[in-house]
């Protein structure tokens, strides 16, 4: 199993005391497996996916990584998790703005010390970005963007792509074929993942799917 | 995974390079300046230590002769008695346009520390050649090379251990040199001479003993004149870090994303902070390398103008060629750098704190809480009080610069807080939409220009502080010339002979003769002189006087009192009453104070009956001539009586000396002044540039609404015009209570008198123009970039919105 995740709970301190976000949620993600992750606004999708990706920590529970422990990992630590086994895309692309395209997809994999120049050629080939390597973000398209945005996850060949409404700023037909690349991808490099949407449709075309409701797995 | 971290943050800068410029351009002015001060202050310390070292024959007790040089014999005699003494022969001769001071030193008796290590034969020079013609002569390598060719000299030898306009020679060479023909000026007395000697009285009895002086009278004297110096260095440091602080916080503002980018990729916080650090150090040592070339400039260019300061204000001798020094490179490096971290520290704090999954959207750049604003506020307000607290709590020229320092950097907090108070008023009066948009859009622009309005305001506070306290100087130094230059003409006689001689010549042909006879006494512990002078109506009627008793004259020629000048009237405490104690059983009262600026010593004035008695065996050389017609006395003194042109020198050619010497004591101030102005220029050019890149999707919807970009531009002009207009309004009070402090609080530490404070609003006229002018000037690259932009420019703003 690719990721065990048991019983998280996370909740925010407000100015009138604390709000649960997330009440026990269990999860498990197994290699090759695209798993979609829905729910209302608010419903706790995005905290469950930024605790997966070792950006936050849990209050309780926990989250097995490939079998490790991640969830009471430190800065360093979680740090590391991130760099070298997780590929993430998100809604806003986050891509270096002063960095063209060709070393933003590249980037990840040498923070990672694993770029493989022949395999960012064949992801900037088969994303349809051969042609816009010198070009930086600004001079994109959002669609282009996004493409860039899942090269870059997937440059190091992560055992596990988690993605944050990687279409939500996307039209129909441009997140169409953004999720047909992820997919086709990621059945390539065998990787696990997990996607945040709010599309019941592009939802569909994923092997499973996990509604969260308030906090809890509907 | 470092390296990458660290070509993604410095990607920044490619795509970035104006920003890069500005960084780089404020940190290396900054570091410019100060530099520049520093390697100035270095070069004249050094001076003076060359000169306490190699020269420092005033470090000795001598015995001379009141009527001038003595025979060769009355040295012999003293040695053969014992007197473990060493003759000197001192002279000034003129080769080319060169003067030159000669010392002729005896090399078997001097004491060893007056003789540079090239004079002891360390350089490798046959000690015969010093003794046989032409002689050997020790110089600063820069008086060696202006002498190059210069006849009649022996052969020079660069030492850089001698101050320049000097030359150490054999008492050999220097007798020949100076045509002493045998005489000897005076003998330097070791201190731990032998006991059985006989008294001088009774071997020598006409030569008198001058006391060793302090040596590090020279460095004490110039000391707040290089404290002057290093606040003004300061000053520009601290206007450069202003622009630092903008282009690393828009910097650090801009990559917020990335950041976050990078730290979501795997970057641990402590990596990115180690990576940030290290870039800030990178691009400091690159700035701090182009300010140390360029401080090296401008103190070279500088150093000729602090040069002739010193010798005019202090007599000070200091080397007019700059010379480099690994020492100073390095504290010009370290000085970037802890001034870069400096700039850089919130920002660092900001990173270092920022949550990794807060909002990824980057805020407005410097956007200040009218919270944050109120904050800095009370900083300067709490920075202007701990000034004024230390000038009341401490003395000394530190509690000075204190109040300085507190006043203009408080005022510079207080601000952004009273232009967004003002700007808020603007728009709460406004009727028309546009005049609305106006002032509220200046207002939202105010955090990204208040750090450049501050550094302005410093600029300006300083301009109108320091040109206030010159210009005040100079009006109280031109009427105290007026005063104090009582005579017509003022000449010098030859030796006493003559000046019995001259005393009598001119007795019916000039109205009065004034005599200048003075002799140099320590008062209150330290080096002073006192002149005796005769009951005439010039002193009552002309004499300037401070302070003083119902018969200040009246007592002083009746030999009751004593006159003082401000200077030692200050550093005693002494006041008209006190009593002051002028030698051995020779004390009197106090009986006025007079100002007697651009003298570093104290200096009392009694009646010559009284110097006199005490001193009969005083110079009786100069005299001060009233005359009906100054222009036919001097003639008649050169033609009939055959007085040297030299000894001769009337009352206009004495105040335009003086008024000159004033003038090039100004000068390095001046172009501190100027430079400090031309960054704070430049600060506003960087500010507008960085917030114009920012500006479009602000002033698109306007555009939209029916606006040119063409009237759009000239509001943007109006707006920085307005700005500057404003801070020059509030810099204006600054700048008074600038000059205020440096005439009553610093002045009076560094120089011993208190000058009266003029105003002078044709000044402000002028400088309130400057300003806008040099505000038009940095507005107008980013308003002619804006009047220029493409309409598909604005309609991209409507469509990323999308």
């Known amino acids: 199993m690719l990721i065990e995740a048991r019983n998280l709970t996370k909740s925010f301190p ?56 991640i969830a009471t990992m430190g800065d360093t630590g979680r740090a590391a998790i991130r760099r070298d086994r997780i590929g993430l895309v998100f809604q806003q692309f986050n891509l270096i703005p002063s960095l063209d395209t060709g070393a933003n997809l590249a980037f990840q994999a040498r923070l990672a010390g694993r770029h493989d120049a022949a395999w960012c050629a064949t992801l900037a080939d088969r994303l349809g970005l051969a042609d816009l390597l010198d070009r930086y973000p600004e001079q994109l398209s959002g669609g282009q963007q996004q493409r860039v945005a899942i090269g870059r996850a997937l440059a190091p060949r992560p055992p596990v792509l988690l993605a944050d409404e990687p279409t939500g700023n996307l039209d129909e ?15 390539e490099t065998g990787a696990g993942l997990l996607m945040v949407t709010h599309s019941t449709r592009l939802a569909a075309r994923l092997s499973r799917r996990l509604h969260l409701s308030q906090g809890s797995v509907a | 995974m470092r390296r990458a971290a660290l070509a993604a943050l410095l990607s920044h800068w490619r795509r970035q390079p104006l920003q890069l410029f500005t960084l780089l351009a404020g940190l290396a002015l900054a570091t410019a300046l100060w530099s520049a001060v520093q390697a100035i202050n270095g070069e004249a310390r050094r ?70 290590a090239s004079f002891a034969g360390d350089a490798g020079i046959d000690p015969l050649d010093m003794l046989r013609p032409p002689g050997v002569g020790f110089a600063a390598p820069e008086t060696v090379d202006a002498l190059q060719g210069a006849p009649g000299l022996p052969r020079l030898v660069a030492d850089t251990a001698v101050p320049p306009g000097q030359m150490l020679t054999d008492i050999g060479t220097a007798e020949i040199l100076l045509q002493k023909g045998g005489m000897i000026d005076r003998l330097l007395v070791r201190p731990g001479q032998p006991d059985h000697r006989r008294a001088l009285e009774e071997i020598a009895p006409a030569l008198a003993l001058t006391p060793a002086q302090d040596q590090g009278d020279m460095a004490r004297l110039t000391d707040s004149f290089h404290l002057n110096l290093t606040a003004f260095g300061l000053l520009s440091f601290a206007v450069g870090l202003f622009i630092v602080h ?83 490179a390095l504290a010009g490096l370290a000085i970037a750098q802890v001034g870069a ?132 100087f100079r009006l109280t130094f031109t009427g105290w010339l007026d005063q104090r230059l009582v005579s017509d003409i003022y000449v010098t006689a030859r030796n006493e002979a003559d000046g019995r001689a001259l005393r009598s010549w001119l007795s019916g042909r000039a109205d009065a003769v004034l005599p200048i006879w003075k002799v140099d006494l320590p008062l209150a512990e330290a080096p002073g002189e006192v002149y005796g002078i005769v009951d ?46 002028i030698g051995e059983g020779w004390t009197m009262s106090v009986v006025g104070v007079y100002s007697d600026y651009g003298n570093p010593v104290g200096q009392a004035v009694v009646g010559l009956d009284s110097l006199l008695a005490h001193h009969p065996d005083v110079p009786r050389l100069r005299h001060g001539i009233v005359a009906s017609d100054p222009p036919a006395l001097a003639r008649a003194l050169r033609d009939d009586y055959g007085l040297p042109e030299a000894n001769l020198i009337d009352q206009a050619r004495l105040k335009a000396t003086s008024l000159q010497v004033f003038e090039r004591t100004f000068t390095v101030t001046g172009a501190l002044n100027v430079l400090t102005l031309s960054v704070a220029g430049f600060a506003i050019l960087t500010a507008l540039l960085t917030l114009s890149t920012m500006r479009l999707p602000q002033l698109a919807p306007v555009w939209a609404l029916g606006l040119t970009r063409r009237r759009l531009a000239r509001l943007e002009i109006l707006r920085t015009l307005a700005l500057a207009a404003l801070t020059f309004l509030a810099a204006l009070p600054v700048g008074l209570a600038l000059a205020w402090c440096l005439l009553a609080v610093v002045n009076v530490e560094a120089f011993g008198w208190r000058l009266p404070m003029f105003l002078f609003p044709l000044q402000w006229v002028a400088l309130f123009a400057l300003t806008l002018l040099a505000a038009a000037a940095a507005g107008a690259l980013p308003t002619r970039r804006l009047a220029r932009t493409a309409p598909a420019q604005f309609l991209k703003v409507f469509a990323d919105e999308r």
């Open chain 1, 14 to 69: 407000t100015g009138d005391g604390s709000l649960p976000v997330l009440n026990g949620v269990s999860l498990d993600l197994a290699a090759g497996e695209t798993l979609a992750l829905t729910g209302e606004s608010g419903s706790g999708k995005s905290t469950l996916l930024h605790l997966l990706a070792a950006l936050d920590q849990p209050d309780s529970g926990s989250i097995l990584l490939g079998g490790e422990e």
């Open chain 1, 173 to 187: 037909a441009t997140a169409d074929g953004v999720l047909d690349m992820i997919l086709e991808l990621v059945t």
């Open chain 2, 47 to 116: 001076s003076y230590d060359a000169a306490a070292a190699t020269l420092g024959i005033g470090g000795y007790a001598s015995l001379a002769h009141p009527d001038g040089p003595m025979p060769v014999a009355t040295y012999v005699a003293l040695r053969r008695d014992g007197w473990d003494v060493s003759p000197v022969i001192e002279g000034r001769i003129l080769r080319g346009e060169t003067r030159l001071r000669v010392t002729g030193l005896e090399p078997l008796t001097a004491p060893t520390g007056l003789l540079p």
């Open chain 2, 246 to 328: 903008g282009a690393i916080g828009l910097a650090f503002e801009q990559r917020r994303p990335m950041f976050r980018t990078l730290r979501a990729l795997g970057l641990p916080a402590r990596s990115l902070l180690a990576l940030l650090l290290a870039e800030v150090m990178l691009l400091a040592f690159v700035a701090g390398s182009l300010g140390i070339a360029l401080g090296y400039l401008i103190a070279g260019a500088l150093l000729p103008d602090v040069a002739a300061t010193l010798r005019g204000l202090y007599g000070a001798e200091v080397r007019g060629v700059l010379g480099f020094h690994p020492g100073w």
């Open chain 2, 341 to 472: 971290l400096a700039a850089a520290a919130h920002g660092l704090h900001q990173v270092h704190r920022m949550p990794l999954l807060a909002s990824a959207q980057p805020r407005a750049w410097a956007t200040v809480s009218a919270r944050a604003l109120r904050r800095q506020a009370v900083a300067g307000l709490a920075m202007i009080a701990a000034g004024i607290s230390a000038s009341l709590l401490a003395d000394g020229l530190a509690a000075g610069f204190a109040l300085l320092g507190g006043v203009l950097l408080g005022a510079a907090l207080l601000l952004p807080r009273l232009l967004a108070a003002v700007l808020g008023l603007g728009a709460r009066h406004a009727r028309r939409p546009l005049a609305q948009w106006f002032w509220a859009d200046t207002r939202q622009q105010l955090p990204g220009l208040s750090l450049a309005m501050m550094a302005l305001m410093l600029a300006l506070a300083t301009n109108i502080g320091v040109s206030t306290m010159v210009a005040s």
């Open chain 2, 536 to 581: 005439h109506a010039v002193y009552r009627q002309h004499w300037p006087l401070l302070r003083s008793t119902p018969d200040t004259w009246d007592a002083a020629f009746a030999n009751r009192g004593v006159l003082i000048n401000e200077q030692l009237s200050y550093r005693a405490g002494l006041s008209p009453g006190d009593t002051l104690h």
